[in-house]
């Protein structure tokens, strides 16, 4: 069940984008999430380096999302433990994250997030998201492909 980010009444407009990113991905609205990203700009690179991620521009994202990652999961909540605004363009974010798949395994993973942003082009609109540093529990992750592949393979047979 999708449940959203509530930021506080003074925050700054990147405070504000990254609500937005975060609802989009509760909603599982991929354009939403997509719309957060600046079109030139934008580079998410995930970390630990050993799980072999490469960084996405957002050419490269948006299919992965639509067409690899997002039509395999039927759920994916972020929980927002804490936010910190080292300066008007960057937020940092510590959050923990479920997933449920269509096949039924459950990734429950923990990250710290560095967004970067940039002014929108269109006026009005919030910052951009422009570098993405997403540091992630590895070993949740292989864990959730390995289970992922263990029901592949029983639905197969």
């Given at each position: ?22 609802n989009?991905?509760?909603?599982l ?5 997509t ?44 929980k ?12 940092i ?5 479920e ?6 395994s ?30 992630m ?12 592949a263990?029901?592949?393979a029983?639905?197969?047979?």
């Amino acid at each position: 069940m999708a449940s959203n980010y509530v930021v506080p009444p003074n925050a700054s407009p990147a405070h504000r984008s990254f609500a937005q990113y975060v609802n989009s991905w509760n909603a599982l609205d991929v354009d939403a999430i997509t719309a957060t990203m600046d079109d030139e700009k934008f580079m998410w690179s995930m970390f630990p380096t050993s799980l072999h991620i490469p960084p996405l521009s957002k050419a490269q994202a948006v299919p992965y999302l639509k067409d690899v990652f997002l039509p395999t999961i039927n759920s994916f909540v972020f929980k927002v433990l804490t936010v910190t605004e080292p300066n008007s363009s960057t937020v940092i974010s510590h959050l923990q994250g479920e997933a449920v798949s269509k096949l039924g395994s459950v990734l429950k993973n923990e990250y710290l997030i560095v967004l970067d942003f940039v002014p929108s082009k269109v006026e009005g609109e919030l910052p951009k998201i422009s570098t993405y540093t997403e540091f992630m529990d590895s070993k949740a992750l292989t864990d959730f492909q390995a289970a992922e592949a263990k029901a592949k393979a029983a639905a197969a047979k």
